[in-house]
């Protein structure tokens, strides 16, 4: 049996990104019979579809590449401290090709829905090439931001330039010297995008309808020598980052933010804007996230560095949020934004003032006077987290859909099981420890996760796992009660769901998306739930006798 006519797998995994790519290694690894569908037309995920000018990590590149192989750590050599696009598609690719993967991957595969069969415990798949695949276990890794969202103005088919999302950026060089750029947004996607071409552009004019904090990325090459150290220290690194509420090398000052002075408070201020990564962020007092004056006198802090670096005062209040405060959202990184501002062929338009009424042939309308431009860039955000499942059919126990279900926010167990959707599992799921820490250290604990779960019920001959409604009742609870003690509650963010060009996730109400407890903790959680047996899973026998799912044995299986 070919794998363009085979029609069954013991698991599926849809998407073929960081997440998806460790969990088809774990999976070989095991000699399981899976398969991993991915829409783009290679992997890479995030890595593969933002190619915009500017992209790059935000982590410590070193930090971000998987732990789990001692040969690809000693082998990939980071070349920048915060690595860009292209060199992180050729790490993900270098980890795949090194161990095999590819072999496992069908791309151009867009799952379109994905319904439980109740009668014979399998999920029944719908693909855009018009197979139907069927499969014991379906693992989501979708990836937390890879629904982009246009904005709804009028006219934008209308454009007779070149106009695209960032996600969608031309895999081909795009010519922009010269021409009049027009950026929609300024999130950090643009933030990125607006400090890399700025000098490189004939106009560039950003329309910014609410501004962001943000803070130098401070990036710079990594030497061989300094490589060397860090593959000698990478147990170390691991274990720093294990203990770390967001699994970054920063870790947060333990001094209380009123114990020290105002002096000692700006001596650190300054030393970590100065530093590489988001240290400004996440080894401040802890104080910032939680108490509102510690909150707005460290924003004073960062607005009055924002006012040092721009020379036009008038702009420089334009790019300084007064509607939260700095680090409530996730703060982006930046290498020379702000500094693009003093630049005679950068303009700043704010059109909560002058808003945009419509995209027109040549360019953009304001409400204050016509635009022209040869590029449009929209860099308008995602439909974040819960998007990427709701662009796919999805139904449980009972034809329930878990868009309906979701529709007012996400409810999960451990952010990894749905109840009513059995088999389904989300390893960097809504409500899981993965998107507010650094990705791949939450995929890692995801992954090892849900592949432990699956080899219990292997070893054991169970053929269906279901959260309760009672524990998943409990895990939702306790997110949106971590959610009360964090400044981020008030956010417009992809944290509590805010999304103006995705109806209903406008301002208003706030959905419960991500685990503030901090990684040592999720993880904890989540062991323990694991050493309990499983508690909080109803775990139900094969009726036959239990087979282990190995590709070997596929054929018997199929059908």
Request: charged share 25%; proline share 5%; aromatic share 12%.
């Amino acid at each position: 049996m070919t794998e363009e006519t085979k029609s069954h797998y013991e698991v599926i995994v849809v998407g073929a990104g960081v997440a998806g790519i460790y969990q088809i290694k774990r999976l070989a690894d095991l000699g399981v019979d899976a398969l991993v569908l991915d829409g783009a037309s290679d992997l890479g995920g995030t890595w593969y579809w933002n190619r915009y000018p500017g992209a790059r990590f935000d982590s410590e590149s070193y930090t971000y590449g998987y732990s789990f192989s001692r040969e690809v750590l000693d082998e990939w050599h980071w070349k920048e401290r915060f690595s860009s696009q292209p060199e992180n598609l050729r790490y993900l690719n270098f980890v795949a090709d090194k161990f095999g993967l590819r072999k496992y991957m069908q791309f151009n595969c867009k799952v379109e829905a994905a319904h439980f069969d109740e009668a014979r415990d399998l999920w029944r798949l719908r693909i855009s090439d018009g197979r139907e695949l069927t499969c014991r276990f379906v693992i989501m890794a979708v990836g937390l931001l890879s629904a982009p969202t246009l904005p709804r103005i009028e006219g934008m088919d209308r454009f007779k330039g070149r106009s695209f999302h960032t996600f969608y950026w031309p895999h081909q060089p795009v010519e922009m010297a010269g021409k009049k750029v027009a950026i929609i947004g300024t999130g950090a996607t643009a933030i990125q995008i607006i400090g890399e071409i700025a000098d490189k552009v004939g106009e560039l004019t950003v329309f910014q309808r609410r501004p962001n904090w943000s803070a130098p990325l401070n990036n710079s090459p990594i030497s061989d020598a300094e490589m060397t150290d860090i593959r000698s220290r990478y147990d170390e690194i691991w274990a720093t980052c294990a203990r770390t509420p967001g699994g970054f090398e920063h870790e947060p000052d333990r001094r209380g933010f009123y114990e020290v002075t105002r002096e000692e408070r700006l001596k650190l201020w300054d030393r970590l804007y100065d530093e590489p990564g988001f240290g400004i962020w996440l080894s401040n007092f802890r104080e910032i996230f939680t108490d509102e004056a510690a909150n707005a006198e460290f924003s004073a802090y960062i607005a009055d560095r924002i006012r040092r670096r721009v020379r036009d005062p008038v702009v420089a209040e334009k790019l300084i949020p007064r509607d939260h405060g700095f680090g409530v959202q996730r703060v982006p990184l930046e290498t020379n934004y702000f500094e693009a501002y003093n630049r005679s062929n950068v303009h700043l338009v704010d059109i909560s003032e002058t808003p945009i009424e419509r995209i027109t042939e040549t360019g953009l309308r304001t409400s204050a006077r016509d635009y022209d431009f040869d590029i449009i860039v929209y860099s308008t955000g995602f439909d974040a987290i819960t998007g990427a499942f709701d662009h796919i059919d999805i139904s449980g126990v009972g034809g329930e859909k878990l868009f309906d279900k979701w529709k007012d926010g996400p409810s999960t167990f451990l952010g990894m099981l749905v109840h009513g959707f059995p088999n389904l599992l989300m390893p960097t799921g809504p409500q899981s420890g993965s998107a507010s820490t650094n990705f791949p250290r939450g995929i890692e604990t995801g992954v090892n996760w849900c592949t432990a779960l699956l080899q219990h019920m292997w070893d054991r001959g169970y053929a269906r796992a279901d959260a309760t409604a009672a524990a998943e009742a409990r895990w939702t609870a306790h997110v949106t009660k971590m959610y009360s003690i964090m400044l981020m509650r008030k956010a417009k963010s992809w944290f509590t769901g805010y999304n103006s060009n995705v109806p209903g996730h406008e301002q208003g109400k706030v959905r419960y998306f991500v685990y503030n407890g901090g990684a040592p903790k999720y993880v904890a959680a989540i062991s323990e739930v694991a050493a309990m047996g499983y508690e909080g899973i109803v775990l139900t026998p094969e009726i036959r006798p239990s087979v282990r799912p190995l590709a070997a044995s596929v054929d018997a299986k199929a059908g």
